[in-house]
């Protein structure tokens, strides 16, 4: 029997390898791109998040602040008291590890003490500090490659950061890495990573894939309403999980679990 896989967020043990996880999205902004503030309030937030777990997320991932192209930064300030009675109103009653979407050190550490198990940080950069609360928390940390991508870029910033995290002191099973679809990357860039996602898979390491409701999908699909992007997004993490994507960041939880769970079951069918 193969050895399972664990993902450590905290006191959470994520398995994965033997199924795809599903995490969830929740916007707390009021300017997202993909759902245009309609859960910017507390009350609508914790109500989406809990609907997401019904739904068969296996993680809730909130973010406050807004990484669409063009986007203006919030202050740390600001991003925690969007993010601060979320997470308090869902303490406890969410089964499942909570994600928080964030760059910001404070705000990890704000988010961590009040039931966060997992940090993603889309900077693209090992910030010391951050290390520091994932470090103590113990929590998950998703590295995000965040730039133009070369073939060869990715995988090398997967190795040199997983290197630095090391020597940081983060243990390796605390590690998930993302090829960061969208951020600072072209159209082409963006269906090379899709296209071979094999390639960037390194072993010990969960490999998160975040498309939903993307650019890339829009110009793919040829569907500009980012709503109506869920065909679109399933034909893409169908061709991510044939490759081997542990996560799958999704808007569209009760639709495109469909869709992965199909691809999972094709996946055991590929002969190479």
Excluded at 180 to 198: P, S
Aim: charged letters at 25%; hydrophobic letters at 35%.
């Amino acid at each position: 029997m193969a050895e399972k896989k664990i993902w450590n967020c905290k006191n959470k043990k994520i398995e994965y390898g033997n199924k795809v996880l599903i995490m969830g999205i929740v916007n707390v902004t009021p300017d997202s791109f993909s759902d245009a503030g309609e859960h910017f309030s507390p009350e609508n937030a914790v109500k989406y998040a809990l609907e997401l777990e019904k739904d068969g997320a296996d993680i809730i991932d909130i973010g406050a602040q807004s990484t669409r192209p063009g986007y203006i930064p919030v202050s740390y300030t600001e991003e925690w008291e969007r993010l601060e009675p979320v997470l308090s109103a869902l303490n406890g009653k969410l089964t499942v590890p909570v994600s928080v979407d964030t760059y910001y050190p404070l705000v990890a550490e704000n988010a961590l003490k009040s039931g966060a198990d997992i940090i993603n940080d889309v900077s693209g950069i090992i910030c010391h500090k951050m290390a520091e609360t994932v470090k103590k928390r113990g929590a998950g940390w998703i590295i995000t490659h965040n730039g133009p991508a070369s073939p060869s870029d990715v995988k090398n910033f997967f190795k040199k950061s997983i290197d630095e995290c090391v020597s940081l002191g983060i243990k390796k099973n605390q590690i998930c890495l993302d090829m960061g679809i969208g951020f600072g990357k072209n159209y082409d860039e963006n269906m090379t990573l899709l296209a071979n996602v094999r390639k960037y898979k390194i072993d010990g390491y969960p490999l998160l894939l975040g498309t939903s409701r993307k650019r890339v999908i829009g110009q793919g699909s040829g569907q500009e309403n980012p709503k109506e992007r869920i065909y679109g997004n399933i034909a893409a993490d169908t061709a991510a999980v044939l490759g081997g994507v542990d996560i799958i960041r999704v808007h569209d939880v009760k639709n495109e679990k469909q869709g992965i769970l199909m691809a999972q079951n094709m996946k055991g069918y590929v002969r190479l």
